[in-house]
């Protein structure tokens, strides 16, 4: 079975760019995380769809961040424009309720 | 904010020695996980502990669980250098629904 799909592995840009993060979760999971990890940090969740639903999104920074669940599988995670302390690993994660969740291997993000 | 605290922040022991780490929290939870995570890599899910059990084993692995002290412990016995890795306490609390509230972590380093 795949695990959670993640891409890209790394991205590079410039401050005031848009980047993308594109997540495919395990097939019939319907909880789908989002979350962000900062260097020597745990993770902390910035949304959380049950199917196409955004459950909870109360940290999500809705001024540049944004997210999508089509059709309730796979989900991307967009920030518009970056900046410099947005740069982290992003991390997805999918799960069936009351199990453990599966992360991908993340998107390790640098805005320069 | 960050839920969960590990102690100690590093660990470094030789192989063949067990690792202790621990992990207190604040406020009432339904269960309690524990994660591993490789440099550069997501993190991996070890076991999971629910707030009506006090012990839980998986191989080499030994959770505990008190819920009057807020805290919870896990025990890798017969450590091996690829035990090497951040370990993460994660907690689902009884108001929050789905979500996975992380600590800082425990870097443990072993020895070979």
């Known amino acids: 079975e795949a695990g959670v799909v993640q891409s890209p592995r790394y991205k590079i840009i410039e401050k005031k760019q848009p980047v993308a993060f594109w997540c495919n979760p395990i097939s019939g999971h319907n909880t789908l995380y989002w979350y962000r990890q900062n260097l020597g940090q745990g993770p902390e969740l910035l949304i959380r769809y049950e199917n196409e639903e955004a459950v909870d999104d109360s940290q999500l920074p809705k001024d540049r961040f944004s997210a999508e669940r089509l059709k309730g599988v796979d989900s991307t995670l967009k920030i518009q424009p970056a900046e410099l302390g947005d740069s982290a690993v992003y991390l997805c994660?999918?799960?069936?309720?009351?199990?453990?969740?599966?992360f991908g291997s993340g998107t390790r993000l640098t805005v320069v | 904010s960050q839920q969960g605290e590990e102690d100690p922040q590093a660990l470094s022991i030789q192989e063949g020695e067990n690792a202790t780490m621990n992990c207190s929290y604040k406020t009432s939870i339904n269960n309690l996980q524990w994660y591993r995570q490789n440099s550069g890599r997501g993190l991996v899910h070890l076991i999971l502990?629910?707030?009506?059990?006090r012990e839980k084993h998986s191989g080499r692995l030994r959770v505990t669980l008190d819920t009057s002290k807020k805290s919870s412990s896990l025990l890798i016995t017969a450590s091996r250098a690829a035990d090497t890795a951040s370990y993460f306490c994660?907690?689902?609390?009884?108001?929050?629904?789905?979500?996975?509230?992380f600590g800082e972590g425990t870097q443990l380093t072993v020895n070979p």
């Open positions: 994660a907690t689902e609390l009884s108001t929050s629904g789905s979500r996975l509230t």
């Open positions: 994660a999918s799960s069936l309720s009351n199990y453990g969740y599966t």
């Open positions: 502990i629910r707030s009506n059990e």
